[in-house]
């Protein structure tokens, strides 16, 4: 069964670029995750989705970030215009229900730089 | 907002020993979840922990419940050198059970 799938795995690019990562969770989930993982921060939540609806973007940092889910097999977390302090991995997870006994299932992350 | 913090921060021990750490939170949790991290990769699940005092296993992994609801232990016995990853436990955030937080986890290094 395939997992959940992040692309690009690796992004390098220069600040002021725009950023877009991408997700597309496991088939039949209905809850989506992004994530952010620096060392000075570890895990963070950014936003979630339930069935393609955000629920909840006080994660967000700032502006400068933005997420949708058009539909119930893709997302993306967009950057712009993106600055160094972005630098991390970024990653999405999907979960079959909105209930945190449901496990989250994790991609395998975008890693991030912005030189 | 809640803080999970784990201790050891890392852990460097020989191939075969018994690995303990734990994670212990300001507020109560109704449910403690232990996840690894290997280089490179997403989390995973390991063990998912939802009554207070339980005792689960997942092969050579154990994980506890604390009574207190406030803590959670995850034990390794006869570590290998799979073994090695980044720790988490996590719990669901006061904001509505869908949030999880995460831990600072714990670096586990094994030695040849």
């Known amino acids: 069964d395939a997992g959940v799938i992040q692309s690009p795995r690796h992004e390098v690019t220069e600040m002021g670029q725009e950023v877009t990562l991408r997700c597309k969770p496991i088939?039949?989930?209905?809850?989506l995750f992004w994530y952010r993982q620096t060392m000075m921060r570890g895990l963070e939540l950014l936003i979630y989705?339930?069935?393609?609806?955000?629920?909840?973007d006080s994660g967000m940092p700032e502006d400068r970030f933005s997420a949708k889910m058009p539909n119930a097999s893709f997302s993306t977390l967009k950057i712009q215009p993106s600055e160094p302090r972005d630098s991390a991995v970024y990653f999405c997870a999907s979960t079959l229900t909105a209930n945190s006994n449901q496990p989250q299932h994790f991609g395998d992350g975008t890693r991030l730089s912005i030189l | 907002g809640q803080q999970l913090n784990q201790s050891p921060q890392s852990m460097f021990i020989q191939e075969g020993e018994d690995v303990s750490m734990n994670c212990t939170s300001s507020?109560?949790?109704?449910?403690w979840l232990w996840y690894k991290q290997d280089p490179g990769e997403g989390p995973v699940l390991l063990i998912a922990l939802y009554k207070a005092g339980e005792l689960t296993s997942n092969g050579r992994l154990t994980a506890q419940f604390g009574i207190t609801r406030k803590d959670s232990f995850l034990n390794i016995s006869a570590s290998i050198p799979s073994d090695v990853g980044i720790y988490f436990c996590a719990g669901p955030s006061n904001f509505g059970n869908e949030k999880l937080t995460f831990g600072t986890g714990t670096r586990l290094t094994i030695i040849p």
């Open positions: 088939s039949g989930h209905n809850s």
């Open positions: 989705f339930n069935n393609n609806v955000p629920i909840d």
């Open positions: 507020s109560i949790f109704n449910t």
